[in-house]
Each structure stands twice: as C-alpha cells, then as structure tokens.
C-alpha cells in the first residue's frame, strides 16, 4: 500500500489498454487516461495484461491508476509503430495506431444505426478518413512521435546492396500496378527480372515469404507442438483452407504454446530448438512425410497452400541443409515479426544462390522489406540484390503534360 510505483514496466505496448507492472511491488494497474474508452468500449481487455516477450498472463491487480503511463507522468512517449501491413502503410496510420483506433471508436459510437446495417460501409469509409486527415494535420502542428523508420536509401548503403537498374516501358494496369513492355508482350516486373536474369544462365524461383514459412511448419511443428512443454496448450481456430474456399468447416484444435512467435519463446527453448535442428536431414522422404504430419499447424501459420508446399520444397533442395537451419532460427527467433519481408525471387546456378527485390520505377522499400535486408546483414547474410525497372528517358518525357511556349508576339 505504500508503494509508489516509480518503476512500471508496460507489459505490452501493443494492447489497446495498456497493462503496467511496477517492479518493486509486483502489482499490475493500468492508467486513468484510458478508463473512459476502456470500460466504455473495451471492457473484455481489463481483467488481464499479457507479457509481449513471452505471453505470461497477468491479472490486472489495482485497475486504473493516476500518472502510470509516460505521457500522463511527462515524460518521453516511446515509439512502438505497427507494422506496415496493407491499409496501414503510411507512417501516421503505423505510429498512431492507438489514438486513431480510440477516436474510431468514440465517432463510431456517435454514429445512429452503428449496431445496424445503416452504417453502410462507405460512411465508415468516411469517418476513417477524416479521422486520418485530423491526425495528420496534428502531427504536423504538434508531432507527438519521432518517425525514425530507415530511409531505402540508408538502408541500401548501409547493407552495401547491389542495385540492378534496367529501363523498360512501364505500363499501367487499371485499379493497381503495372506490366512491362518487351519484344514478346506485356510482363510483370517479377517476370521481366526472370527474363533477366534467365539470359545470363540462371534459375529463378518466386518466392517472397509464404513458402518459407511452409518450410517452418514443415521443419519445426514437431518443436513446437512438443506435448512435453509445460506452456503448451490447446487451441481452436478457424480453417484456412475453409476460408480460402469460402466454405464452412469444424474449428481446426491443436496444441501451441502460449508464447508462440514471441521472442521469449526462442529464449525459453534454445536448447530444444538446437536439439531439433541438430536431427534434421534435408532428405525428399522425410520432407514429404513431415508435410503431410504438420498440415494442422501450417493451417495456423497461413502456409497451407500446396502451391507453397511445392515451392518450400525445391527452395530446401536449393539452400542445403546448413542454410536451411539458419533459416529456421532466424523465423523462431521472433516468428511473427520475421513473417513478412522476405525478397521475390530465388535466383541460383551451378554452386550459388542469391534473393533479388524486384521494383518498378515508383515502387519503394517496405518496412518489413527493409527490416529483413537489416537482418540479413546481421543474421542470415546471404547474397542480396535489388532489381530496379526504371522509366526510360522516351516514356518520362512522353509522360508529361506538354508545355506551352509562350509568343514574342
């Protein structure tokens, strides 16, 4: 009781409702400034906090509390962007996650009819927009994040990658996207790179980041699945495969451990994971009977296509055995955060392999794509390059409007 809570510890900054734990006296509170939007929206979040390094649940001990988080004692706030998935790719929507999904909420409620049909789509369209445009116009005025995301020029310089520029007709696509003109029609810029790199003698396979996680769940469900693992537990989910199709199906019920993906798993069973990547073989055999056995917990991780099977399986053939486990570690070691990123193609020939970026002329770095370039300089270091389809000179000046020379006269 005469604790003063000076040392709190948010247990995971990507809750909603952000749950704290002060270090000298163990208890679990939240902050005040979210009680309003907490016990009016959000009300199943309050009960429990869970740790984001290894997912050990907390229950919530003394509710709301004054001055708990940064911002409301003056200090710092820190950065936690989201990461830059589809809809949420630009730097306001990834840093102010939170405080959008709060003024959603309140304007949401505002709206008559938001628990029926009458709130069509496009309305709620609408109100995510001009709740976008206040947040951008405040952070110009008054910013309360730093956006310290790499430029993909910084990164590129500071991984020293090789950039392949080839200029070609870029032609755009109706709704999203271009093809690239060559001799024989129209292509994709993953095809044109194809091409490319085909008339110099290589193999290319298209991979970006699904088939890898096929050779996850392939390799590793046997880990972690392992029914003597203290934190394993049953779990019930919908099926992939049923969604894909749009078809109904039983929920698919299998056993994960409760910190799955979570970088406190990897530190939790690093003498498990060594264990089980010292038996592993990169034999056909034990591939194709190892596929048919994880099908349960690739449905879990979204690699359930038989098209990714396919392609994780001639990827294995290509890196060999020791490649093949450092892959595998560097997925386990944060699962979800090293889920996306992963370059286009595989390119190999006679005793060597390398991943290529293919981008067309306005197409930029990802942060998820920056991020593994990152890693790849620290973790994995395998041959990387970017492949750049430029405009060329004739089609950038057929681009602009034409201007008008003004008369003597």
Known sequence: MNCQHDSLVCLNHYDLIRKYRCEACGEVMMCACDREIGEKYLSHQLRRGHDYENRQEFPVTLGFQPRVCNECRGLPVPNFPMAAIYGRTSKIARYYWREIEFELLRRLDEQPGTRNPSLTPARR?????????????RHARNPKYDFLDQSQTAVIEATKTEVISIAAKHVPQPGHGVLIETGNGL????????QYFSARGYECI?????????????????????????????????SRTAYDRKIKAEPIRMLLPEDFGAPGYFTRRRKQIGRHLATLDD??????YWARCSEEFREYIWAHDPADVATARRIRSILGLATLRKVLVYLVRHYWHHYCGWPDLLVFGPGEFFFVEVKSSKDRLSEDQKRWILDNRTF???????????TPPSQYRSDKPATRIPSNG
């Open 125 to 137: 369209e609408e109100i995510e927009k001009a709740v976008m445009a206040e947040f951008t116009e």
């Open 187 to 194: 292509v994709s810029p993953e095809k044109f790179a194809e």
């Open 206 to 238: 298209l991979c970006e980041s699904r088939p890898f996680h096929a050779l996850f769940g392939v390799y590793m469900f046997l880990l972690i699945q392992d029914p003597d693992d203290p934190r394993n537990r049953i779990v019930g989910f919908g």
């Open 283 to 288: 034999s056909d055999w034990l591939f194709d």
């Open 380 to 390: 994995l270091h395998f041959g990387f390059k970017i492949f750049k389809i430029t």
